[in-house]
């Protein structure tokens, strides 16, 4: 199968996404002339014009806003967020429009929009910067998070948030968009991937790394430490979506494995991890062998320092030095 | 706020030119029927009907009344929490309207809404928000829909005097006019931001609208109890937003007999009994528009009276219809959260949507 990069996926996405339906429009900071702050939109404003393709001034609460109304008219747009971090400007428009218009209005208006953009620690931009929102957003019913680890998953996740009818906000990462990975070729169909479905990146017995986002493929990394160095096998489950949330696949890899470690990139204070760290002791807690353990990033703003910015976040030696604990 | 009598007689406008008598006579119907379903709500909302706030529109009627009557098919409505009086001028009917007060299973939003939140998107009218100014964007968006689709409308968006200075309403002019989009803003200037007049809240040269300069938008000042010049100036702002997809900041002096909400413990305390009684008494804008129509020997006293008694009627009718209609169900909290778990779809049968247990 072909190789392509993360962004490139993401961009074969919306090609085919403004292809296939005329009411998809891009919108956001430097998406069009400026070909994307990280080129995940490169050269569709000359394919598409500037109709379907729009710069937006540095407004969030503005621009995310009129995304909004546009789509309760039934226009879908998709939006950039340079940064999801940048979402604490647009708050009020994120979280009171989007996600509760429908059910204020009771079922009267539909928002079915996406919100996009990277949300990642890792890259020396300091606290303001690295914020990595998905649970937060995932608390707020009526809207639904995703986080692609991979080229082919960050492609079919996102045409399936592009035709959801809901408010979809993907996740992506700054240093996953210059990953590479095997993506099915257009000529094979459409390749879709469903919200709310999670997948097995590696197969293993004796220990499940629940994951999403980067922090799966740093998963992976531990598993074949732990798999050379300590002779324990480890799976790794990709969530892939966060809401809706594949709960049978965490269960399952949990019953096979009796023992789960969550890898997330969220903050220990009710991240991500700690909604499914409930959801297994609630649902699976006599097929625990040992205690849920997590590997989030370390309880602080997200530290500058390059020396040592990335042992505040999950780690492959992190992930390994926690799983010893308890296999 | 007090505004001086304009020396124009904008029922010359060849707006209102064309209006004819059942027109002018529906005008005055349209403002009776919000003045009597606001009295009602308040009576029960005092005597412990509903929940939450009640922020009453009395006063202002004929900022919705006159200004919505210039709507056509293309055109939207979005508006504030003080969104009654628009919710009738779009002509929802009042048994919805008023159980959703209620919190009624057969309210406009199921109950789901309460009275800062009525939508009807049916009529173009797309709420009823609560956030102050947050609804700002969302009427940009209604026209940037208008304009995708390449349809002939407009958006009227409405906010309060205590909506300018939100970081929300400025990024959204500055969008409007960048953007070229067909939205008028009609701040509805009661002069008070819930018990902060506009003198302590608002810094400006001679009045709000001017704002709009700053981002080379056309403005206006309109004297809101004059129902013929609410609709001429109105109409010029339309006109431009549909003809020229350019928007416009209309200012529209008004003023609201009840406190901010029916909770605002200090309505009588930041402003004084005599300012009310002047404006119930001179610059009423139900009182001056029967006024008018009689004097244009359009209707008649008696006729006036029977078409308050009508509204009265059917907003008292509306209240024994909220009272007795059905409370929502547990049940139906999941539902209007998602569209696609409401529509039962592929999508929504996988993975779990909802986390209770």
């Known amino acids: ?327 | 706020m007090d505004s001086p009598a304009s020396p124009l007689d904008f029922s010359q406008s060849k707006i209102n030119q064309n209006l004819t008598a059942e027109q002018k006579i529906d005008l005055f119907r349209d403002m009776a029927r919000i003045r009597r379903f606001e009295q009602t709500s308040l009576k029960f909302y005092n005597g412990g009907k509903m929940g939450g706030f009640l922020h009453l529109y009395i006063g202002q009627e004929s900022v919705a009344v006159g200004t919505i009557s210039l709507c056509g098919d293309n055109d939207h409505v979005i508006t504030a929490y003080r969104c009654h009086g628009h919710a009738l001028a779009v002509g929802m009917e009042m048994n919805p309207c008023m159980a959703e007060l209620y919190g009624k299973a057969t309210g406009a939003a199921k109950g789901k809404g309460g009275s800062m939140h009525l939508f009807d998107p049916s009529r173009n009218f797309w709420g009823g928000h609560g956030i102050v100014a947050g609804q700002t964007p969302l009427g940009l968006g209604l026209a940037y829909g208008v304009k995708y689709k390449e349809q002939k409308g407009c958006c009227l968006c409405y906010l309060g005097d205590g909506a300018v200075n939100q970081g929300a309403f400025h990024e959204s002019l500055n969008l409007a006019a960048l953007f070229e989009l067909p939205v008028v803003y009609i701040i509805e200037n009661n002069g008070y931001s819930m018990g902060t007049s506009q003198q302590r809240s608002s810094a400006y040269k001679d009045c709000l609208a001017q704002r709009a300069e700053a981002y080379d938008m056309d403005w206006d000042l309109v004297n809101g109890e004059d129902v013929y010049e609410v609709r001429a100036k109105t109409h010029i702002a339309m006109e431009r937003a549909r003809k020229e997809s350019k928007p416009t900041v209309l200012e529209i002096a008004t003023y609201r007999y009840y406190g901010h909400s029916v909770a605002d413990a200090n309505a009588k305390k930041y402003r004084t009994p005599e300012e009310i009684e002047k404006y119930k008494t001179y610059h009423d804008p139900l009182r001056l528009w029967r006024r008018r129509l009689i004097e244009e020997a359009v209707f008649t006293d008696v006729d006036a009276d029977n078409i308050d008694k009508e509204a009265k009627q059917e907003a008292v009718a509306a209240a024994k219809f909220a009272d007795e209609s059905p409370a929502p169900t547990v049940e139906s909290i999941f539902e209007d959260v998602y569209w696609e778990t409401d529509n039962n779809t592929e999508a929504s049968q996988v993975g779990r949507h909802f986390f209770n247990d």
């Open chain 1, 1 to 327: 199968m072909r190789e392509i990069l993360y962004r490139h996926a993401l961009r074969e996405a919306f090609d085919e996404e403004l292809t296939r339906d005329e009411n998809v429009v891009l919108m956001g900071e430097e998406v069009a002339q400026y070909n994307g702050a990280y080129k995940v939109t490169e050269g569709l404003w000359e394919k598409w014009g500037c109709k379907r393709i729009v710069d937006t001034p540095i407004s969030e609460a503005g621009f995310i806003g009129m995304g909004i109304g546009a789509s309760m008219l039934g226009v879908r747009p998709v939006m950039e967020l340079m940064f999801w971090s940048f979402h604490s400007v647009a708050f009020d428009q994120l979280v009171n429009n989007a996600a509760c218009v429908r059910y204020m209005s009771g079922g009267l208006c539909n928002v079915p929009i996406v919100m996009r953009g990277p949300a990642n620690g890792g890259t020396g931009v300091g606290a303001t910067h690295s914020h990595v929102p998905e649970g937060l957003f995932a608390s707020f019913p009526g809207l639904k998070v995703c986080s692609p680890a991979t080229p082919a998953d960050a492609k079919g996740l996102m045409k399936s948030a592009i035709r959801d009818n809901d408010p979809v906000y993907v996740m992506e990462n700054t240093l996953l968009y210059g990953t590479s990975g095997e993506v099915p070729d257009p000529a094979d169909g459409d390749h879709l991937v469903p919200l709310g479905k999670a997948d097995i990146k590696r197969e293993g017995s004796d220990v499940s790394l629940i994951a999403h986002g980067r922090s799966v493929l740093r998963a992976l990394e531990a598993a074949e430490t732990l798999q050379s160095e300590h002779g324990i096998n480890a799976e790794v489950l990709d969530l892939r979506s966060i809401r809706p949330l594949d709960q049978q696949a965490i269960i399952d890899t949990v019953m096979k494995t009796n023992r789960a470690v969550l890898v997330d990139e969220s903050k220990p204070f009710c991240g991500v991890s700690s909604q499914i760290t409930t959801l297994i002791q609630e649902h699976a807690f006599d097929h625990l062998d040992a205690p849920v353990k997590r590997v989030c990033t370390l309880d602080a703003p997200a530290i500058y320092s390059p020396s040592i910015e990335d042992e505040q976040l999950p780690n492959p030696r992190r992930i390994v030095e926690q799983v010893l604990t308890i296999a």
